[in-house]
């Protein structure tokens, strides 16, 4: 290996990786954020230039760019057991005195580990390299994540050390507690509703289609389990530390003890202190350490022997309940929320729960005072997991749920089978109109300078916008009287207003609040349609044509053109001069696809479909749906439909390679 260019390119992802590690694994980074970036764009650049040298676990996989719009069923090469749960000492006692009696001896050790609360992943490495990822799914079959789990820092593409031919490890994809903070304080500030729960929120990542998305959410992966044939490996401990040396995120809580009472007294401290862990857990598991016993002791049907998990008790208080108030969201959703008497839990003072609709009031049988029980769980807000009943008074009044929205007094509806209450009156609702305008001004869609949420509450109550075609017809004058306002701030918010009219085409798609169009559909909204008038003469049959768009969301874009009240707000704003279509893009890169006709099908591993389509159209050819005699070439993917490929082959079209195709466009 003499080419220049392939040393500098692996030096390049070498030093990445070192770094990634460094950064991800061992918390300790040893260059900036922006050298950092500098690297991963020199390595960019080259890898574009020379495809030739491209490689499924560069580190430039980091940042994503690929779509996987199904993900395929995989069988586990070793199955993927769940394990029993203990909830009391007793029972644990019980589970070792079975595990002494099966193995016919009087002292074993065990290792102690936290029990990880996130989403189970099992990693298969070949030759140090990282190969496939998988979800549990059932245990016995999985779903293939591969692309979305390189992007995850903390996931060594490459491996370092004496690490063997072929293993899976296993582990638990997880958010770690501060970064899901941080996202969801950043979703609050867009006006979006925060996420639940960690755990839900970094399952729900391994299976978006976009790897980019993937790779703007804070996951994080925690090792704890080695499989394989013929390991080097003897003990579950030594297993941990070969996988920490081999360049895996292995927490160090876990711990070797050699008798019951050290097993206890782990359990009895990480009861205490697991507030205290970057990451969230839920109870202890105790495994059988040495590996000869785990073979002799085998699995039952669905979990190992030589392993249990205890579970900590949620730490519960019981307070009352004052009353229950209704909130409504932007999208016109009924949240019921408990008013409660203020309590301590978990080291925070508590004073509200959420019920999340009237099926959970109406399981829980709540009445006015009643005394209630609160918890704290995987969610940041408590939840009222039951009522001591003993101590309800005879008079006391059972809560029934609203019938009419607390806003604007509209009847409530709840559609068949959905267990939310709406408020219908979009329009009219005073939440609703300010929420909707507060969406429109947000830093992702209009973002518009000087004004924010609180300053939208305030014009609206004083009666001076209706909606967010309003906003362009604002004058300084009529808010600098406004509660902190100013001469000043009220320029500049006009300024901000004027400005946002050259905000483009597909953000000011996003800004209109259509139900189910979030940022990433407006793109290929705008990016299909190009302007407002295509997409507004669309068809639902057209819609539904689209990548990544499916009934629900073609059925909310043509119910939000159809309706008058939106018409006229949108000639409004045409006729203010807002971005209503696409900036024609730049001039073709070459014409070496002149005249002809590509179709793209399948998965890459280099670009996502949509940037083949656009290296295609500048390089002067077309895009082309479906196989047919007028297509000049189809550009193949892993797992191009057999039917397509068939097709292809019969009418003698020639099938290209991702490397082939830039090969193509390179000459
Ligand atoms: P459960 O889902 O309650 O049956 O718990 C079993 C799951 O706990 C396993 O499938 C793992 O995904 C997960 N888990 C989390 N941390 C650990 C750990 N340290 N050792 C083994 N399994 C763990
Ligand atoms: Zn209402």
């Known amino acids: 290996m003499n080419d220049p260019i392939l040393e500098k390119i692996q030096t390049l992802r070498e030093e990445l990786n070192q770094h990634n590690y460094d950064y991800y694994v061992l918390d300790t980074p040893t260059i900036s954020d922006y050298e950092f970036d500098q690297k991963l764009k020199a390595l960019q650049e080259l890898e574009k230039q020379y495809p030739q040298y491209n490689d499924p676990n560069s580190p430039s996989v980091r940042v994503g760019g690929q779509i996987t719009k199904n993900f395929s069923t995989v069988t586990h090469e070793f199955r993927m057991y769940s394990l029993d749960n203990s909830y009391s000492k007793e029972e644990l006692e019980e589970w070792e005195k079975r595990v002494l009696k099966l193995l016919g001896t009087e002292k074993v050790s065990f290792v102690c580990e936290l029990k990880y609360d996130g989403a189970s992943i099992d990693l298969t490495y070949r030759q140090g390299k990282l190969v496939q990822a998988t979800t549990r799914g059932d245990g016995i079959q999985g779903d293939e994540i591969t692309a979305n789990v390189r992007t995850i820092g903390s996931v060594p593409l490459t491996l370092r050390g004496d690490y063997p031919e072929d293993f899976h490890i296993r582990g638990e994809i997880i958010i770690l507690k501060e970064g899901f903070k941080k996202m969801n304080e950043q979703r609050i500030a867009e006006g979006e509703d925060p996420y639940m729960n960690p755990r839900n929120t970094a399952s729900g990542s391994l299976k978006l289609q976009d790897t980019t998305e993937v790779a703007k959410r804070p996951l994080d992966c925690l090792l704890y389990y080695v499989v394989g044939n013929n390991l080097p490996i003897h003990t579950q401990f030594e297993s941990l530390q070969k996988a920490r040396e081999w360049g895996f995120k292995v927490p160090s809580q876990s711990q070797l003890c050699h008798s019951t009472q050290e097993v206890m007294d782990f359990i009895n401290y990480w009861d205490i202190h697991r507030h205290d862990l970057p990451y969230e857990t839920d109870g202890v598991v105790i495994k059988v350490n040495e590996y000869q016993a785990q073979q002799e002791l085998g699995y039952t049907s669905k979990s190992p022997r030589w392993a249990i998990a205890y579970k900590f008790k949620a730490e519960q208080v019981s307070t009352t309940?004052?009353?229950?108030?209704?909130?409504?969201?932007?999208t016109g959703a009924i949240t019921p929320v408990a008013n409660l008497t203020p309590v301590l839990l978990a080291g925070t003072i508590v004073k509200r729960a959420s019920l999340h609709n009237a099926d959970q009031i109406a399981k829980l049988g709540l009445h006015l005072s009643d005394e209630v029980f609160v918890e704290k769980g995987g969610e940041i807000i408590p939840k009222i997991t039951g009522v001591k009943l003993e101590q309800r008074s005879s008079q006391a009044t059972p809560i029934t749920f609203i019938t009419h929205c607390p806003e604007c007094n509209?009847?409530?509806?709840?559609?068949?089978?959905?267990?939310?209450?709406?408020?219908?009156?979009?329009?009219?609702?005073?939440?609703?109109?300010?929420?909707?305008?507060?969406?429109?001004?947000?830093?992702?869609?209009?973002?518009?300078?000087?004004?924010?949420?609180?300053?939208?509450?305030?014009?609206?109550?004083?009666?001076?916008?209706?909606?967010?075609?309003?906003?362009?017809?604002?004058?300084?004058?009529?808010i600098q009287d406004l509660e902190r306002m100013g001469t000043r701030s009220a320029q500049n918010i006009i300024k901000g207003i004027e400005k946002s009219k050259e905000v483009p085409f597909e953000r000011v798609l996003f800004a209109l609040g259509i139900r189910m169009v979030g940022e990433t559909v407006a793109k290929k909204l705008a990016k299909t349609y190009k302007s407002l008038q295509a997409l507004r003469t669309t068809s639902y049959e057209a819609l539904i044509q689209i990548d990544e768009i499916g009934d629900r969301i073609a059925q909310s874009v043509i119910e939000f053109f159809a309706n008058d009240l939106n018409k006229a707000i949108l000639e409004r704003l045409e006729r203010y001069g807002l971005q209503m279509e696409i900036q024609e893009t730049e001039a073709p890169i070459s014409d070496v696809l002149k005249g002809k006709t590509l179709v793209v099908s399948g998965v890459f591993a280099r670009h996502s479909r949509d940037e083949l389509k656009a290296l295609i159209e500048s390089h002067g050819g077309k895009v082309g749906s479906s196989i047919s005699s007028k297509i000049s070439y189809v550009v193949a993917g892993e797992n191009m439909g057999p039917s397509k490929l068939e097709k292809a082959t019969q009418l003698n079209i020639p099938i290209l390679s991702e490397a082939d195709f830039e090969k193509l466009i390179l000459e």
Not at 321 to 330: D, T
Not at 419 to 445: E, L, M, V, W
């Open 321 to 330: 309940l004052e009353s229950i108030s209704y909130q409504v969201g932007r």
């Open 410 to 478: 509209t009847p409530l509806v709840r559609n068949e089978g959905e267990a939310q209450h709406y408020c219908p009156n979009a329009y009219g609702c005073p939440p609703q109109i300010t929420g909707r305008i507060q969406h429109f001004i947000s830093r992702k869609a209009m973002d518009i300078e000087g004004l924010g949420s609180e300053t939208v509450e305030l014009m609206f109550r004083a009666g001076l916008i209706h909606n967010y075609a309003d906003l362009y017809e604002l004058k300084a004058e009529q």
